[in-house]
């Protein structure tokens, strides 16, 4: 056991290296690690999930309500896979979740499947989760991740099964883990009292992202509006530019996250529900090396 300085946060590594708890405290500048290490890593798997991905973005009505839409995945214009989310929130607690899965012709080359859930409680409009797992499963083998918040601070953190390139990522830290939310809440995005549902007020945000083992920020800003017309929806949305900046859990040498961090054409549009305060992704596009990956909006359903 090492005593390390940082800023006001307990850090516990159990016998299992895969699980973290970790504890703020009110006025302490030391922090004990377990391992004679001035940081820690999380030598896990998670499903890295692109938040353009995630499900229905919320505020607290005064009733029930539940969101559930479905989109379609294509790449060069060939469909690839689906995304199926949802969003419930009763009285002053959230759901939500996310289901994906790859075209069933590509299972001859491999299999991917993931899924996401969370729960929290909503306070003076802002979304504080309470615990988040995903589940990705791919080559036939399974990987988990659960993370447990305090408010907005993750404090405790449990991957399975452990990854082997963790020497070849930027390693999480302690502050990585504040003042973030998981996947599955990120994109819950309430529109200020006040300010029009269809505007700047949707896009002018950043999301602070924590997976369990990556912690990434999705920069929004607004672009402007247009109508859409579709299966799914008719009407305004906002046209948001997003700018993805990678704090750690990723390789810094890998091509792909050169290239995603240096991209200045990815593309959100978000769609108002009527008689609430907040909005549903409708749609990204995201230029790739090779082509454009498109979420497309195939059906959108609101209850009551």
Do not use: W
């Amino acid at each position: 056991m090492v005593n390390v300085t940082t800023n006001c946060h307990y850090i516990k590594l159990t016998n299992n290296a895969n699980v973290v708890n970790i504890a703020a405290m009110d006025h302490s500048t030391t922090v004990r690690l377990a391992r004679p290490k001035g940081r820690f890593t999380f030598n896990g798997r998670s499903v890295v999930v692109c938040a353009a991905l995630s499900s229905a973005l919320l505020t607290a009505p005064a009733a029930a309500q539940e969101v559930r839409a479905r989109y379609a995945l294509r790449y060069i214009d060939i469909s690839v896979g689906s995304i199926a989310t949802f969003s419930q929130l009763v009285g002053g607690a959230y759901r939500a979740g996310l289901d994906g899965q790859q075209a069933a012709y590509l299972s001859v080359l491999t299999s991917f499947r993931g899924s996401l859930r969370s729960d929290g409680v909503v306070r003076k409009g802002e979304l504080l989760p309470r615990a988040y797992a995903a589940t990705e499963t791919t080559g036939g083998v399974t990987y988990r991740t659960e993370v447990k918040f305090d408010a907005r601070n993750a404090t405790a953190i449990d991957i399975q099964p452990a990854m082997k390139d963790a020497d070849e990522r930027v390693p999480v830290e302690v502050e990585h883990t504040r003042n973030v939310m998981d996947p599955s809440s990120a994109l819950m995005m309430p529109i200020p009292e006040g300010a029009p549902t269809v505007g700047p007020a949707a896009c002018e945000r950043t999301l602070r992202i924590f997976s369990g083992a990556h912690r990434s920020d999705i920069a929004l800003s607004y672009l402007g509006t247009e109508n859409m017309q579709n299966a799914a929806y008719t009407g305004p949305v906002t046209v948001c530019s997003a700018r993805l900046v990678m704090h750690a859990g990723h390789k810094p040498a890998a091509y792909m996250t050169r290239f995603m961090s240096d991209n200045k054409g990815i593309v959100v549009k978000l769609a108002p529900v009527s008689q609430s305060r907040f909005v549903v992704l409708a749609g990204v596009t995201v230029p790739l090396p090779l082509g454009t990956l498109s979420i497309v909006f195939e059906e959108f359903n609101v209850s009551p």
